[in-house]
């Protein structure tokens, strides 16, 4: 939540004038006709535009207006003083970043190839006018569409297949650290299968046979 500096003066151009006119009456003792009064703060100054003095008088109160704004900025100026008192400094400018989808159009023979510095605009709103940006890289947009995204996770021995959230435009996280099926996470689609052939060795239709198969790994043996 942010809030705005406090207005230290909150007069203006018009402002300035009516109280020019009123202190005008009481230095020439009313025998200067400034203008026209439209209501307590205001004066109308067509009938008497030509007049030297008011000339004079709008000139005094541009410069007082700039003397106004200046005055006016000072808390805000305090308060960064302040904060640099405290340590803290200001961010430097960063420019604006968003994501843009491009999209080839049905039917497209070609890639296309879009070069760095390409602008894109967004549509004006309620909030902001229309927003210019421009693209970072070189980049093509290729007819090409994916067919498949796997993710291999060794650690749980793990795959998982996304292809189904991505043609259903649903959100999804690759490679989680998840290796349990949680709301959420993908089924685990790993499978571990041993096939062993042999034409005579293992011709065994008719035989009642008990076959034992020793795996050796790193760590020690395990009988199966």
Known sequence: MTSKSPIVDDRDFDN???????????????????????????????????DPGVALS????????????????????????????????LSAPVASKVP??????????????????????????DKHDELIFETEENML??????????TVNKEFDNIHSYIEKLNEKQDFTLFSDNDNEEVGVEENIQQHILYIGQTDLFNLKDIAVKIKLTLYIKEGNIDD
């Open 16 to 50: 300035v004038l009516f109280q020019l006119r009123e202190l005008a009456k009481s230095y020439l003792n009313n025998q200067w006709i400034y203008g026209t009064y439209i209501n307590d703060t205001h004066i109308d100054i067509t009938s008497n535009k030509d």
């Open 58 to 89: 709008k000139s005094f109160a541009l410069m007082y207006m700039n003397i106004i704004n200046r005055l006016n900025k000072l808390p805000e100026r305090n308060f960064i003083e302040f904060l640099n008192m405290l340590g803290f400094d």
């Open 100 to 125: 843009v989808t491009f999209k080839i159009v049905d039917g497209a023979k070609d890639d296309v190839f879009v070069q760095s510095g390409t602008k894109v605009g967004t549509d004006s709103n």
């Open 141 to 150: 947009v290729t007819r090409s569409n994916i067919a498949e995204i796997y």
